[in-house]
């Protein structure tokens, strides 16, 4: 019987998705990948009101897993906080053999806070969480996913960064062409923000993460503003005039009158390893997943 080596992997989303999608080009399981895909889209499609299904939650529910065969995929019910949505279906586990392993990729809430509590050798997340939780903040801006692991303090976490899966969206900063002009009329750049006194409108939770890719010299004369309950992210930034928000084509940026600048940060799932828990087996699995050509490296301009 093949070793089991347990990964764990977020419950729903794009990272998810980056997950299975790299597992089908390396051992051709893209069926089952896309039928995961697919069910997660369309519970999200459903939970948002944009699908209609006559079955209950629970008759669905079962109709997606399978409990005789642990090889296929199978789902469970997470609470949602939209009214009238009380339960979603989210991915809970698939096992797939991978050059002579049973790799068994586990859904977990918060993947790198399992691999924190020594749960997990492996598992996979968003590198904004590692962000947010233990990378120390420097005067000096964060200039790569390497730089992620050498600002991690070693007495916090056995955690660290082994590498990026490639599924980009920047955290990137713009402002409106007033403000540019008022600090001289360049790009929204590192150097402007340097420059600029005022407000910064960003997402709340994403505080600890704009302080580690700026940089604290940076910002000493920034002060940090967030969207009113309700408003959109870019329509926030443009009524301040300047902010950071993720971005794949900054079409919505540009329809609120917003000047795209530099590309801070990729908000991108990476593969993470708690190296106290590593054994042989994981490292061969860790090896499915490796490759200097998925590193992102970050523009620091």
Known sequence: M???????VPRKGRPLEA???????????????????SILRYEKAITKGKKADARDVYERLAEYSDLSDHRQPEFTLLRDDREGMPRRVVFDSVTVEVDGYDVQLVGREEPFRALRTHSFALGFDSADLVLEEVVGLRPEPLGSLEDINARIDPHDTDVRVVTGLGD???????????????YGGGDATREFIRQYEGQLCISPRYERLVEAVLGTEAIEDVEFCYPAEG????AAIAD???GVYLTMTGSTARDHGLELGTRLFPSETVLM????EATPESEAVKALFDGADLETALAVN
Request: hydrophobic share 50%.
């Open 240 to 242: 301040v005039g300047a």
């Open 273 to 276: 390893e708690n190296e106290a």
């Open 2 to 8: 093949a070793d089991t080596i347990a990964v764990a």
């Open 231 to 234: 408003r959109e992210e870019e």
């Open 168 to 182: 980009t969206v920047y955290h990137t900063l713009m402002a409106t062409p007033d403000v540019l002009d008022a």
């Open 19 to 37: 997950v299975l999608e790299r597992i089908a080009n390396r051992v051709g399981a893209t069926e089952m990948a896309d039928d995961i895909i």
